[in-house]
Nanobody, 120 residues
């Protein structure tokens, strides 16, 4: 079970860091990803990282502003979000799969989500 935290209300241009932990088991054997879904829109992949954290993956919409990382010793993954925009407002979800190749399209496990609202 994946558990997200760290969401909240932030002004445009601000920053937030989301966290993802596992209530059971270990995350170190899974590739991890972050997704978001705004009301009336489809769920969107925003970041991915393999088990060893050797590289990261982002769509153009967040590249240069969002950073995914993981600390396997703490069984936690993070999404650092900088220069936030109103259009970043969404529910953000952590996801996991054994293969990083499947993360953007068909993760095996999902968290319950945490809301991020960017507004002045």
């Amino acid at each position: 079970h994946l558990v997200e935290s760290g969401g909240g209300l932030v002004q445009p241009g601000g920053s937030l860091r989301l966290s993802c932990t596992a209530s059971e088991g270990t995350l170190s054997t899974y590739a991890l990803g972050w997704f978001r879904q705004a009301p009336g829109k489809e769920r969107e992949f925003v970041a991915g990282i393999p088990q060893n954290g050797a590289r990261t993956y982002y769509p153009d919409s967040v590249k240069g502003r969002f950073t995914i990382s993981r600390d396997n010793a703490k069984n936690t993954a993070y999404l650092q979000m900088n220069s936030l925009r109103v259009e970043d407002t969404a529910a953000y979800y952590c996801a996991a799969h054994r293969s990083i190749l499947q993360i953007p399209t068909t993760p095996s496990y999902w968290g319950q989500g945490t809301q991020v609202t960017v507004s002045s």
